[in-house]
Nanobody, 118 residues
Framework: QVQFVESGGGLVQAGGSLRLSCVASRSISSTFSPNTMGWYRQGPGRQRELVADISSVGNTNYADSVKGRFTISRDNAKKTVYLQMNSLKPEDTAVYYC?????????WGQGTQVTVSS
């Protein structure tokens, strides 16, 4: 059962931008607002990593690799979390997922593929 649904990925050239969205399914929508939400990614041959998170009140944290380029935001009324990605690099190529922080196994969705060409 998919709990989060990610969208917005695609193919973009290096230096380009994408905006990812993730919406909570109805079954878990009541848990969205009080939880810290995160964007994770898993690149080819790599472990899944947390790249950005945002608390219920809007405090944010970023991995060093994306700091200054990515911006995470949330809309609690829409049960949606966003990731604005600018100045994309080939090393940002990955499947991007959202989940609560710390992650909960049963909440993983299909993810959205981001491919950055050089």
């Amino acid at each position: 059962q998919v709990q989060f649904v990610e969208s917005g990925g695609g193919l973009v050239q290096a230096g380009g931008s994408l905006r990812l969205s993730c919406v909570a399914s109805r079954s878990i929508s009541s848990t969205f607002s009080p939880n810290t939400m995160g964007w994770y990614r898993q690149g080819p041959g790599r472990q899944r990593e947390l790249v950005a998170d945002i608390s219920s009140v809007g405090n944010t944290n970023y991995a060093d690799s994306v700091k200054g380029r990515f911006t995470i935001s949330r809309d609690n009324a829409k049960k949606t979390v966003y990731l604005q990605m600018n100045s994309l690099k080939p090393e940002d190529t990955a499947v991007y997922y959202c989940n609560v922080v710390p992650q909960y196994m049963n909440y993983w969705g299909q993810g959205t593929q981001v491919t950055v060409s050089s």
